[in-house]
């Protein structure tokens, strides 16, 4: 079954304590991404992958880091997390497509954080 | 600056009736596609249509029509004849640039009584 795995899905944790939230996809996609989701909000990109060691900042990539060594796989760290990262967190990959803004987003389950 | 507007933030209607969720967006671009996301109870989100700028003809899969108008700058959604099933946030999203990225409205929760 084509899809996106997030995982964990549930995770409470603490405040500066390393964390990292893994992401893999089996539909051969270049394109990979992560969201927050919060109320009110909708959901905002963190950071997004065009290939394999291709990386660049969303709208709202400060506290997070991200790598993309297999194209398979773009992991979301969070080196020191804070009570402002408790989120909804989605990963999603796609095609690339050569079109601007044509690119439909395939979405893992979510990964609920919390950061006391 | 690119945008998306739901103002509808919750809505509730009773099963079998019809419902429209707005959708406003604003971009420069002269290409962009706009799409509708449903996001179920579960919590997945779940890919329901995605149009370009270019192609205005309303789409009706089912229960579900979609009227796009780029002079009001909306792409809105209708269920006829509601269902409980239908109950969700529905996130409308727009798309442009080079980036990938989607720019999603504030969503709107839908819920469908019996």
């Known amino acids: 079954e084509a899809q996106v795995t997030q995982n964990p899905r549930y995770l409470i944790t603490v405040t500066g304590k390393k964390l990292t939230v893994t992401c893999s996809q089996n539909?051969?996609?270049?394109?990979m991404s992560w969201y927050r989701q919060d109320p009110g909000l909708g959901l905002r990109q963190i950071y997004y992958?065009?290939?394999?060691?291709?990386?660049d900042k969303g709208d709202v990539p400060e506290g997070y880091k991200v790598s993309r060594k297999e194209k398979r796989n773009f992991p979301l760290i969070l080196e020191s997390p804070s009570p402002n990262q408790t989120s909804l967190y989605f990963c999603?990959?796609?095609?690339?497509?050569?079109?601007?803004?044509?690119?439909?987003?395939?979405f893992g389950a979510g990964s609920r954080l919390t950061v006391l | 600056a690119q945008k998306v507007t739901q103002a509808q933030t919750e809505i509730s209607v009773v099963e079998k009736e019809d419902v429209t969720l707005d959708c406003v967006y604003e971009?420069?671009?002269?290409?962009?596609?706009l799409f509708w996301y449903k996001q179920p109870p579960s919590g997945e989100l779940v890919f329901l249509i995605r149009?370009?700028?270019?192609?205005?003809q309303n789409e009706i899969s089912g229960r579900y029509s979609w009227n796009f108008q780029k002079s009001t700058s909306s792409f809105n959604f209708t269920i006829t004849a509601s269902q409980v099933v239908d109950s969700a946030v529905y996130f409308c999203?727009?798309?442009?640039?080079?980036?990938?990225?989607?720019?999603f409205g504030q969503g709107t929760t839908l819920q469908v009584k019996p």
């Open positions: 999603a990959s796609s095609r690339q497509s050569t079109v601007s803004g044509a690119n439909v987003l395939t």
């Open positions: 992958s065009m290939n394999v060691e291709v990386t």
């Open positions: 999203a727009l798309g442009s640039g080079n980036t990938g990225k989607l720019i």
């Open positions: 539909m051969n996609h270049e394109y």
């Open positions: 149009r370009n700028s270019f192609d205005e």
């Open positions: 971009t420069r671009d002269t290409t962009y596609y």
